[in-house]
């Protein structure tokens, strides 16, 4: 197979094409590894080496065979370094175990090829850390591929891979998609399991999954690793179908509303976020939906000061237990500037300032849910701006405190942040150019449990404004 003829199949062609015998799945592997060596060099998407042989995994998958890459965060598999974006670290730690998704993802038959860049710890909204230096959007190698799941959607974007591992506390799977031109679903709370290193990352903001190139990829994977853990704090009601059939079957008529101001209250929206969405709201009502200019009330302060609580705790707990486990005293050598503020920050709140922001955190989700008995879906930009240049969110800035930094994320992606708080699922689509030739996203988000009207109302989408003619400058073939 060669780069090219590989580089135009989406997961679930690779996957049909080796069930087939048409190609084989060593075949399929080597076209991906001459692929990511080839956009390597530009992207700087990868971490470590790339695997010489891909790890082990199911040969009767869904996906038995199909390339792919965990990002270096949370999801880990057994034997292969961790460095979670961070000096701190070093070249990395060896993990024990597969983590439940990581099985999930060996069962399902991917073929893991190496570990993708994240920011720090992932709190950034860019890809771009002192221990391994920016990753580049293929789109425009100068711009941010977005965050923390940069090196992922990166590599996927230039289709050195169909699918890759991806992760989502504020926007990390979404706002990335964004910026490169990809499907990224944050499914909802307890969908994907966290463990069994994690109950509730962030306060129950994380959430895993991946970014992928097409909704049907998106969905036959949600299909291939969504499930309970024994241990796991949530139970969700299994899909009345498959997701992978509800792509095909597509959408019943909704309600829809839309809202293009920032939820966070920080920054303006770039005009061309706001004209692209409303774009796709014309395009729904002409799909039989009712779309409406409407949006669910929260208080935007009260909401940052909770995420700030909520990250910076987490932050925290996570730079002292790694400190401590690793006999280090951490400072400059070992971590950036604004992680150490965000850290210090964390270290100074009580057991009460948590509590707090989980009162804000229910008043919204519950508000948010009342909202959703009137609208199906809510439509907005996924971010404030189609894409950010690389260095306008450095995080060894040691001019910014906790709340100057986070202030500075979120003014690039407002709107992103609302579904981590309220566990629904959130998908970012593609459905938008600007005049460079950039991608610009459209966020849709749904009920609790409402990925398969999600994914019914993106696969509509798909069709009526296909995205995938439009190729980055930096792309395999």
Known sequence: MKPDEYADLDATALAALIRSGEVTAGEVQAAATEALDAVQPALNALVGKRFAAPLD??????????????????????????????????????????????????????????????????????????????????????????????????LVAARALPVAHANDGG??????????????????????????????????????????????????????????EPGDRYLLPEPVRPFAEEVRTGSRPLRIALHTAAFSGRGTVDPRCVAATEAVGRTLQELGHTVELAAPAMDPEAFDDANLTAWTSFLADGVDSLAAALGVDPGPEHLEATTRACADHGRTLRASDLFAADRVFN???????????????????????????????????????????????????????????????????????????????????????????????????????????????TVVG
């Open 57 to 154: 995994h199911a040969a009767d998958g869904p996906f038995a065979g199909v390339p792919f890459a965990i990002k270096d965060l949370i999801v880990h598999a057994a034997g292969v370094p961790q460095r979670a974006g961070s000096r701190l670290l070093g070249d990395g730690v060896p993990m024990p175990a597969d983590t439940h998704l990581m099985a999930r993802f060996r069962r399902a038959g991917l073929a893991t090829l190496g570990v993708t860049a994240t920011p720090e710890l992932g709190f950034n909204a860019s890809t771009e850390p002192v221990a391994t230096g920016p990753v580049h959007n293929p789109w425009d190698l100068t711009r941010s591929p977005g965050g923390s799941s940069g090196g992922s959607a990166a």
């Open 171 to 228: 926007g990390s799977i979404r706002i990335p998609a964004a910026a490169c031109g990809l499907v990224g679903l944050k499914p909802s709370r307890g969908r994907t399991s966290p463990g069994p290193d994690y109950a509730d990352p962030l306060l129950g903001l994380g959430i895993e999954f991946a970014v992928t190139r097409t909704v049907r990829d998106c969905a036959g994977l949600l299909d291939a690793v969504h499930g309970y």
């Open 363 to 473: 008043a919204t989700t519950r508000a948010v849910a009342a909202f959703h008995q009137r609208y199906d879906l809510i439509l907005t930009p996924t971010m404030n701006v189609p894409n950010t240049p690389l260095g306008h969110l450095d995080a060894d800035d040691d001019s910014l405190d906790a709340r100057g930094w986070y202030d500075r994320i979120f003014a690039t992606a407002g709107f992103t942040a609302l579904s981590n708080v309220t566990g629904n699922p959130a998908i970012s689509l593609p459905l938008g150019r600007t005049d460079e030739g950039w991608p610009v996203g459209a966020q849709l988000t749904g009920p609790y449990a409402g990925e398969g009207t999600l994914l019914a109302v993106a696969a509509d989408l798909e069709k009526a404004l296909p995205w995938d003619g439009h190729r980055p400058a």
